[in-house]
């Protein structure tokens, strides 16, 4: 199995900066895609932004020339930096990441998609 834990939350003034980092652990071979998911309070959770295992991204036009996305496969982690951070930005950021995940004790795989639990981000004055 494995886990994302997602670190980074925390309580910002509007135009400040935050970085949200996503840490996989457990029987992994290879992250592939990655993607950070934004739910603001009584809304539908958002994709934000998601980068492919080239490298590859993309982002909410709501979030284009603020938030980065960006991985290091070394430590089996994405990240999300954000800038230029406004009140509509508050509320819970997920991650998730489709991983190739190792069947234990042997040298098979498969791929599966898994979710953090979330962190909290408050954007506020």
């Known amino acids: 199995q494995v886990q994302l834990v997602e670190s980074g939350g925390g309580l910002v003034h509007p135009g400040g900066s935050l970085r949200l980092s996503c840490a996989a652990s457990g029987n992994i071979l290879k992250i592939n895609a990655g993607s950070w998911y934004h739910q603001a309070p009584g809304k539908e959770r958002e994709l934000v932004a998601g980068i492919t295992s080239g490298g590859n991204t993309n982002y909410a036009d709501s979030v284009k020339g603020r938030f980065t996305i960006s991985r290091d496969n070394g430590k089996n982690t994405v990240y999300l930096q954000m800038n230029g951070l406004k009140p509509e930005d508050t509320g819970v950021y997920y991650c998730?990441?489709?991983?190739?995940?190792?069947?234990?004790?042997?040298?098979?795989?498969?791929?599966?998609?898994?979710w953090g639990k979330g962190t909290l981000v408050t954007v506020s004055s």
């Open positions: 998730t990441a489709e991983v190739d995940t190792v069947v234990a004790g042997t040298e098979r795989y498969y791929t599966k998609d898994y």
